[in-house]
């Protein structure tokens, strides 16, 4: 049983599109994080939901809206992609929000905006 | 804001030599954690080890060591006997309040057979 699934994990898709990302976690965990890395590596929070309520919210364009149905579930809807959307998206799960907690990542979504 | 800098960008050692892995990082909490992540080829981001940052002690767990140095805000890593599958990139991340981590640019470490 894979502890936090991504779906889909590729996404080719045009300019202007609207997409969504889907994770779930197996884990029983309270917290969930989705991060974006680049084409450098390099890896950026974006959003962290503890029990379905938003606790961090970075700079991220409005465009990125994120959704907790649940603990187990947290989407990312991206609306009118552009094509610096492209990267890696990962999703994330820890037990609590504690800065102690280690996180359990998601095979990622690799995300292309032609 | 957290910034963390890993110096080197690639490491390429033959198999079962030991690898350490920089990391200096900059942070205003005065109680942290902080962490290293692998990243293999198959890009899944897996934890390897964490560290409080008021014990100071070194540690090892397997091939696996650290040594952690508040005074200079360093958090090194050990690879020691590498094995072609240690090859991957490397992250260390301190953390911050709501378990934000706030990721290196990353060392990636080639392995050769």
């Known amino acids: 049983d894979t502890a936090v699934s991504q779906t889909p994990k590729y996404l080719v898709t045009q300019m202007g599109n609207d997409k969504s990302i889907k994770c779930e976690q197996n884990l029983g965990h309270d917290t969930m994080y989705w991060y974006k890395q680049d084409s450098k590596k390099f890896l950026k929070i974006m959003f962290s939901y503890n029990n379905k309520e938003l606790i961090i919210n970075e700079t991220v364009p409005n465009r990125f809206s994120p959704k907790s149905p649940d603990k187990a579930h947290l989407n990312l809807h991206i609306n009118s992609l552009e094509l610096g959307d492209s990267a890696v998206y990962f999703c994330?799960?820890?037990?609590?929000?504690?800065?102690?907690?280690?996180?359990?990542f998601g095979s990622g979504t690799q995300l292309s905006v032609l | 804001a957290q910034k963390v800098t890993q110096a080197q960008t690639e490491i390429s050692v033959v198999e079962k030599e030991d690898v350490t892995l920089d990391c200096v990082y900059e942070t205003r909490d005065t109680t942290y954690y902080l962490f290293w992540y692998k990243q293999p080829p198959s890009g899944e981001l897996v934890f390897l080890i964490r560290r409080n940052s008021f014990d100071e002690q070194n540690e090892i767990s397997g091939r696996y060591s650290w040594n952690f140095q508040k005074s200079t805000s360093s958090f090194n890593f050990t690879i020691t006997a590498s094995q072609v599958v240690d090859s991957a990139v490397y992250f260390c991340a301190p953390s911050a309040a709501g378990n934000k981590l706030t990721f290196g640019g990353g060392t990636r470490v080639l392995v050769k057979p």
């Open positions: 994330a799960s820890s037990q609590g929000a504690g800065n102690n907690e280690k996180l359990f």
